[in-house]
């Protein structure tokens, strides 16, 4: 645990200033989340800003037709207000909800929502609610303010003053918990607004809170159950961990949705017959996780892109140096930073070449990393990219195809955050690579059929002439 000083501004001005001037510094509000991290030594900020002192920030008041709840309000505090359990009766039994007596009376939504951690409930109530998240310096709204496991739209030095949640015809939440710490292992927001807009959030599929459009849209055009009948929630948007599979996971989404909207309605929430779902949790398989993109240009230039170190450097979140060691093996500093943990890594990067230029099979390569983060342990993944030649039938243009697949493992304190963490991070991580590489991607133009296959024999023949030459 490395020592920090302990702040205690007494303004919001003061609490600004404090953020400016110490950059490694973070806001303390319960502490539930942020000092257990500290103490396993996921985070070494060199200063606690502590909000307690901070005037206004534990306000519950109507302000015109919305409902101003301060970031430092404890969920104890929203669920026992009679304001909110009158007039917003979904936000008091959410924060009723919420693990024990304990965590809720230290506990913070301000916390919640900057943690964003991916099995939370405030998110979910935030996100259906439609909410404007207040800042230090501007208005969020809610659609805008979550952007995936552990990430926010929150910058640098900027800080959650309080929330504005809009008056609403009816409101739910249903979680199916997990029952250690009575976080969601899925958990279903629905909200119905003054005109008859439907709006769905989820929690607990892995990957941060989202929205269920199909199911807004049918209950938007019928506010019944029945609305939902020929409704699956997309398994693919589901993570499977030691808890549960992403079938089950999927499957509860439904079964909460119906619940959510039952509760309002007065219909039965029961599941129509047609429904069976494997309900065993199941054991992540070896690739864990994957994904695939379609990328606008030829597969021989995203070969050649994936094997250039600035390109990599660029593409991997948080890599602040790469340098070659030996042909395709790379040195690498890597900064991550997602929710409690924010741990540097001292990062080699190998890549394997299996099957390389080939014209009519797909071009494969294996990549392996292994990464240090001192005391807090090591982290190690294998991901195999396979690039496929896709033809665009009306331009004749080739693009490509990148699927991959990834099995990460981590070791020593880093472990002690398990599977669903672990998993939920690398794909976030592995997600925002081939985003950021995607749209490095997009100036380029793709190649005509014919003139690709010129190109893929150019590069041979001048890969024979290297060969021939190195030998
Ligand atoms: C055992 C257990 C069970 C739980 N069960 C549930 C559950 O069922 N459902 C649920 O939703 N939650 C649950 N939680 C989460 C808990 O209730 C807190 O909401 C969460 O841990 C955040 O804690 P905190 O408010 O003390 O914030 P802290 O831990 O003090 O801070 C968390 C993060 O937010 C930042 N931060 C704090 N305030 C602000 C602000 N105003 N602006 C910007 N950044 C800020 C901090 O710098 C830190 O990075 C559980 C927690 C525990 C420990």
Redesign the pocket.
């Known amino acids: 645990m490395n020592p920090a000083a302990y702040l205690r501004p007494r303004s919001i001005t003061e609490v600004s200033q404090c953020l400016q001037r110490l950059p490694e510094a973070?806001?303390?509000?319960?502490?539930?989340?942020?000092?257990?991290a500290w103490r396993l030594g996921l985070c070494k900020p060199t200063h606690f800003v502590d909000?307690q002192d901070v005037p206004d920030?534990k306000d519950i008041r109507i302000e015109g037709d919305a409902l101003w709840v301060g970031?430092?309000c404890t969920?104890a505090q929203i669920a026992q207000s009679p304001i909110i359990a009158t007039q917003f009766p979904m936000l008091s039994a959410l924060a009723h909800?919420?693990?024990?007596a304990q965590?809720?009376n230290?506990?913070?939504?301000?916390?919640?929502l900057?943690?964003n951690?991916p099995?939370?409930?405030?998110p979910t109530g935030v996100l259906a609610m439609h909410a404007d998240i207040v800042?230090n310096e501007r208005v969020i709204n809610a659609d805008a303010f979550f952007q995936g496991l552990f990430t926010t739209a929150?910058q640098e030095g900027e800080?959650?003053?309080g929330l504005r949640f809009p008056r609403v015809a009816c409101a739910r939440y249903v979680?199916f918990?997990q029952a250690a710490?009575?976080?969601?292992l899925v958990g279903v927001a629905v909200m119905r607004s003054m005109d008859g807009e439907v709006r769905v959030a989820v929690t607990g599929l892995g990957q941060g809170v989202t929205r269920w459009y199909e199911a807004e849209t049918a209950l938007t055009a019928a506010w019944h159950v029945e609305a939902l009948n020929k409704l699956d929630f997309d398994v693919s948007n589901a993570q499977s961990d030691i808890h549960a599979s992403a079938q089950y996971r999927a499957h509860l989404v439904a079964v909460l949705c119906r619940r959510a909207v039952a509760a309002n309605t007065g219909e039965s929430g029961a599941m129509p017959a047609r429904t069976s779902v494997a309900h065993a949790p199941v054991a992540p398989s070896k690739a864990r996780i994957q994904g695939s993109h379609l990328l606008q240009a030829t597969p021989e230039y995203v070969w050649h892109q994936l094997l250039d170190p600035a390109v990599l450097q660029r593409c991997i979140p948080g890599c602040t140096a790469m340098t070659r060691t030996q042909p395709e093996h790379y040195q690498a500093v890597v900064k991550i930073g997602l929710?409690?943990v924010s741990a540097t890594f001292a990062t080699q990067v190998a890549l394997f070449p299996e099957a390389p230029n080939h014209a009519s099979a797909p071009t494969r390569c294996r990549l392996v990393l292994s990464g240090q983060a001192g005391a807090l342990g090591e982290g190690k993944a294998t991901v195999l990219v396979q690039l496929h030649a896709i033809q665009d039938p009306q331009t004749q243009s080739i693009h490509t195809r990148l699927d991959w697949q990834a099995s990460p493992e981590v070791t020593g304190k880093l472990a002690q955050l398990g599977n669903r963490f672990m998993d939920a991070t690398a794909h976030s991580l592995s997600q925002q690579f081939f985003n950021r590489f995607s749209a490095g991607l997009s100036g380029h133009t793709p190649t005509k059929a014919s003139s690709f296959f010129t190109y893929a024999l150019t590069v041979k023949v001048k890969q024979w002439f290297q060969r021939f030459f190195e030998r």
């Open positions: 973070q806001l303390l509000a319960g502490g539930q989340s942020l000092l257990a909000l920030l970031a430092m969920h909800g919420i693990a024990d965590i809720r230290v506990g913070t939504i301000g916390g919640a900057a943690n951690d099995a939370a409930c405030w800042t929150l800080w959650i003053l979680k918990e710490s009575r976080f969601a929710g409690p």
